[in-house]
């Protein structure tokens, strides 16, 4: 059959959206900060106002939701990522592979743009290169920028203890003997949470914005955080895990992470004691949650955004991130050139 491209624009989650959404993400061919739940959940806690919820449709049959957004900057206006400043990964909601060739999927998004019009420039971020299985047709058919990697394991099911695969044998072994040192006078217990959840999300939350403060790391997490994951871990009691590291019953480390996709994402940690850093307890806490990984059958191990160095150190793959840019108009132009300059040297 030919193909014949269409689309709908929403700017509310209406029955007929949400009935859509849900038969897309039954095929699971989707990440999790694109699910349902999530997305509504974002919207609601950050008062995400103007955003756009667009569906792809060949022959009448709904293939893709594209999550947008309009973000006003003073008098500037950007067209992203539903949830940049949020999610890990950025990206379209497809139901299989190879429903876009290059002509079919530049002439539909060239049409979404046309109708959606009030933007200055277009600023698409943390897309990965695949979605699962299937190629971001974001980043197969626009021209891209690198963003960055993100560091992965993909686990082996023959490697009794992985910390022994590792490359790196000097980091692998100053690991060794400063956990040795640890456990020779002290008890140490790591634990995924069952009780007490609500609390932890918030004292998690709260420490990495001081931590954040006191280095002087630009950031945008704040306080809504904490309702938004406490949401979270409602919705998907069984996906969202909050891992805790003690020694000696006091909590030194802890981690908001995010179980999907046969995946664990290593995605919010933070270190609460400072009197144990010289045993390296957020190195401790990754190790525990990665033997818990492995025991659990889970196939990748994410580290999530950002190319710190300790993540290349456990890791043994990588994925790549892509970012595109465009603007419309004489000054989106203006923007878009001294945007691109303040990227590169970024």
């Not at 955080?225 to 409602?234: A, E, R, V, W």
């Amino acid at each position: 059959m030919k193909s014949n491209f269409t689309f709908k624009i929403y700017n509310e989650f209406n029955n007929e959206l949400i009935a859509i959404w849900k038969k897309i993400e039954n095929n699971e061919n989707i990440l999790f900060f694109q699910r349902l739940l999530y997305i509504q959940n974002l919207i609601e806690i950050f008062d995400v106002r103007n955003y756009l919820i667009v569906i792809i449709y060949n022959n009448n049959i709904p293939v893709a939701i594209l999550p947008l957004e309009l973000k006003t900057i003073k008098t500037i206006t950007i067209l992203q990522w539903l949830g940049s400043n949020v999610s890990d990964y950025c990206c379209p909601i497809i139901s299989s592979k190879d429903i876009f060739i290059q002509k079919d999927f530049s002439t539909v998004w060239k049409k979404i743009l046309k109708e959606i019009n009030n933007f200055d420039i277009i600023y698409l971020n943390k897309q990965p290169e695949n979605i699962l299985e299937i190629p971001n047709p974001f980043v197969k058919f626009l021209k891209n920028s690198n963003h960055s990697q993100v560091f992965q394991i993909q686990f082996n099911e023959n490697d009794a203890d992985y910390l022994t695969t590792l490359k790196n044998k000097k980091f692998t072994s100053e690991f060794s003997r400063t956990r040795k040192k640890l456990l020779e006078k002290n008890n140490l217990k790591f634990e995924n949470l069952s009780k007490n959840v609500d609390i932890f999300i918030s004292n998690i939350i709260k420490k990495k914005i001081y931590l954040l403060k006191e280095r002087k790391i630009s950031h945008s997490i704040d306080d809504n955080f904490i309702t938004f994951y406490k949401n979270l871990k409602m919705m998907y009691p069984n996906k969202l895990i909050l891992s805790t590291l003690s020694i000696n019953d006091e909590v030194i480390a802890a981690n908001i992470g995010i179980i999907d996709n046969q995946k664990f994402s290593y995605l919010l940690p933070v270190v609460f004691s400072e009197k144990l850093k010289s045993f390296s307890p957020g190195k401790l806490l990754i190790y525990e949650l990665i033997k818990w990984s492995k025991k659990n059958n889970l196939k990748f191990f994410d580290f999530g955004i950002g190319e710190e160095v300790y993540k290349k150190y456990w890791s043994n793959c990588s994925i790549k991130i892509f970012r595109y840019l465009d603007f419309k108009g004489f000054k989106g132009s203006v923007i878009y050139f001294f945007l691109k300059i303040y990227l590169s040297l970024r």
